[in-house]
């Protein structure tokens, strides 16, 4: 069974810091593409970014383009985000989703808050 | 960027009621569209992928279609446990991007 499990989110300052991880499992986590989603509570969702399994590709919303950073590790079976300069608009319940353009998205973790606030 | 233009944006119906929902591509999408299902509080669940493959486990009142670039989710006989938001999704190029919601209440 497909397990994803985020953690990191909290509470920052604007122009702050925060990164994001997802613990998988149940698949071959190492050619699998991931993805990071977001959704502002009580709105509709949004991609972030995507990575491919083996690192040759990556994709930004244009929102967080120099700003966020995904990456993986995947001898731990782990996904990141990395998320710096936040900003208000950046709250959201973020998504660790695994899936491909091909196939669409399968699976999804059960979501962790950011919340940008001063 | 591809639009997904989805509605209603909401919806009520009754138990046992008939509903379709809509979402439409700006351009063509081949079939590289996905149907989930999001209940408060929880993380989406797909439904059907491929536009019309229904996925494991889903029951079989859930269905989609294609028509071009317009795809529908069909629910033939509503359940209470159907009421939730549903929102469609394109993955055939990036951005990749979801359609706006539907939000389907109890009448």
């Known amino acids: 069974e497909v397990q994803l499990v985020e953690s990191g989110g909290g509470l920052v300052k604007p122009g702050g810091s925060l990164r994001l991880s997802c613990a998988a499992s149940?698949?071959?986590?190492?050619?699998?593409?991931m993805n990071w989603a977001r959704q502002v509570p009580g709105e509709g969702l949004e991609w972030v970014a995507s990575l491919s399994g083996d690192d040759a590709w990556i994709y930004y919303t244009d929102s967080v383009k120099g700003r966020f950073t995904i990456s993986r590790d995947n001898a731990q079976n782990s996904l990141y985000l990395q998320m710096n300069s936040l900003r208000a608009d950046d709250t959201a319940v973020y998504y660790c989703?695994?899936?491909?353009?091909?196939?669409?998205?399968?699976?999804w973790g059960q979501g962790t808050l950011v919340t940008v606030t001063s | 960027d591809i639009q997904m233009t989805q509605s209603p944006s909401s919806l009520s119906a009754s138990v046992g009621d008939r509903v379709t929902i809509s979402c439409r591509a700006s351009q063509g999408i081949r079939n590289d569209l996905c149907w989930y299902q999001q209940k408060p509080g929880k993380a989406p669940k797909r439904l059907i992928y491929?536009?019309?493959t229904l996925e494991s486990g889903i029951p079989r009142r859930f269905s989609g279609s294609e028509s071009g670039t317009e795809f529908t989710l069909t629910i033939s006989s509503l359940q209470p446990d159907d009421f939730a938001t549903y929102y469609c999704?394109?993955?055939?190029?990036?951005?990749?991007?979801f359609g706006q919601g539907t939000r389907l209440e109890i009448k």
């Open positions: 999704q394109q993955h055939n190029d990036y951005p990749i991007t």
């Open positions: 149940g698949f071959t986590f190492r050619t699998s593409t």
């Open positions: 989703v695994k899936g491909d353009r091909w196939s669409g998205w399968d699976s």
């Open positions: 491929g536009a019309f």
